[in-house]
């Protein structure tokens, strides 16, 4: 990577690390702490963690859409506010409602598809994949240090101070937005990925789909199995104390091994193949979970080959949401994405839950998951090789800059660019072509710049 898409990465991975432990944390302690709040019952508690997923959910898509037409690094600078002011009505209440109003109002701070979205301009395509899997890899490991925070600050400074807490890192959230994110090269009015096309063309198209309802199974299957999975250590006589002694490097050593796999992915030009194998994987994990989970080393191994998966799944699905986009749409395409991705751990959580209170065994609700899984399996080989497309700047020169409209009719005849826009005031054309086969540029109108 360049030193400017690695300080993207870098960034833009902190603010996703700051606002998922801020999640993340109340998960395992609100069962216990919410029951202190006035009006207070099982049902508002469940509320009170669920609701900022539900408001996630509706707003990901009209927010990410509204950042294609304006920068988006005000829209996360707003939304990390929206989730501080949330933080601050949720720590200073001492009802319950109060509660569901603040982690609502975080909620409403939906910018996990700007960011991905931002992510994806200030990275080249042939770096895309890896930039993706270090945000997927931030946010597995945001989930275990929430989960080895959450009890320590609520047992210190109450459900209250855990609020605070979250508050002051979404504000190093804003910090890291205003002075650490790099921007964007490509003005938006000229970026060919900026120009508005109708929502309709996303709903209805079936790449897309396929990876939407990939993400929502993925998610899905983590909340639920993620009942499962403490409990079992517990039966196979590890304390709570010491299951971040598992999670930890178990979810290291998966990222580690699944490196090589995203290089192939993306020199290899294997996103296909790569994508089907991921999805096989995780198929293969739950269903050694599901019949082996008491012994601490099935347990281990499990999780291991599962989070191998997880990984890499989660660095190969926004990167192919990227170049499946139409142009014009890559926010809002991350906004439906990132909405079924919020959907996922919702109704996960929900099913999982009903599902043990009616008895069913942990190894059948995680040999359900499986075979969503097994469905979204069949779903992954029927896919097309997505586009590899790299972004270039084409400087006009001589007669072409006298006559620009000529020279983009010429690059749009070509069949080796697949985009072109002109920004004539500039004298420029910006391209998305396939490097690989734009060798020759020497018959293009002017000179040619990748970036």
Known sequence: MTATELRAVLSLAGIFAMRMIGLFMVMPVMAIYG???????????GMAIGVYGLTQALLQIPIGRWSDRVPRKPVIVAGLILFVLGAVVA????????????????????????????????????????????VGMTIGLSFTAAFI???????????????????????????????????????????????????????????????????????????????????????????????????????????MAVVPFIIVAEKRRRMKQMFAMAVATMFLSLVLLALWHTTLMAIVLGLFIYFMAFNLLEALLPSLVSKIAPAGTKGAAMGI???????????????????????????????????????????????????????????????????????LQQLRGSELIAEAVLVEAEGLIYLKADKQRLVDTGGLPGHLVWI
């Open 91 to 134: 720590a200073l209440s001492t009802s319950i409602w109060g509660v569901i109003a603040g982690r609502a109002l975080q909620g409403a701070g939906a910018i996990s598809a700007v960011a991905l979205a931002l992510l994806a301009d200030l990275t080249r395509e042939e770096q895309r994949t890896r930039a993706m899997a270090v």
């Open 149 to 255: 925070l959450g009890p320590l600050i609520a047992g210190h400074f109450g459900l209250s101070g855990l609020f605070w807490a979250t508050a002051g890192m979404a504000l190093v959230g804003v910090f890291l937005a205003v002075w650490a994110v790099p921007q964007p090269q490509v003005p938006p009015h000229a970026d060919p990925s900026r120009r508005l096309v109708p929502l309709s063309r996303l709903l209805v198209n079936t790449e897309l789909a396929r990876l939407n309802f990939g993400v929502f199974t993925l998610h899905l299957v983590m909340a639920s199995s993620w009942l499962l999975v403490p409990s079992w250590l517990v039966r196979a006589h590890l304390p709570v104390s010491h299951h971040a002694s598992v999670y930890l490097p178990v979810m290291l050593l998966a990222f």
């Open 337 to 407: 994405y990132s909405t079924w991705q919020f959907m996922g751990p919702a109704l996960g959580g929900s099913l999982g839950g009903a599902l043990l209170g009616a008895h069913v065994s942990g190894g059948v609700i995680v040999g359900i998951g499986a075979a969503l899984v097994a469905i979204w399996g069949v779903l992954a080989l029927t896919m097309r090789q997505p586009p590899y497309l790299n972004n270039a700047i084409l400087h006009l020169q001589g007669q072409a800059l006298h006559n620009p409209q000529a020279a």
């Open 35 to 45: 029951r202190q709040l006035i009006d207070a019952t099982p049902g508002r508690i």
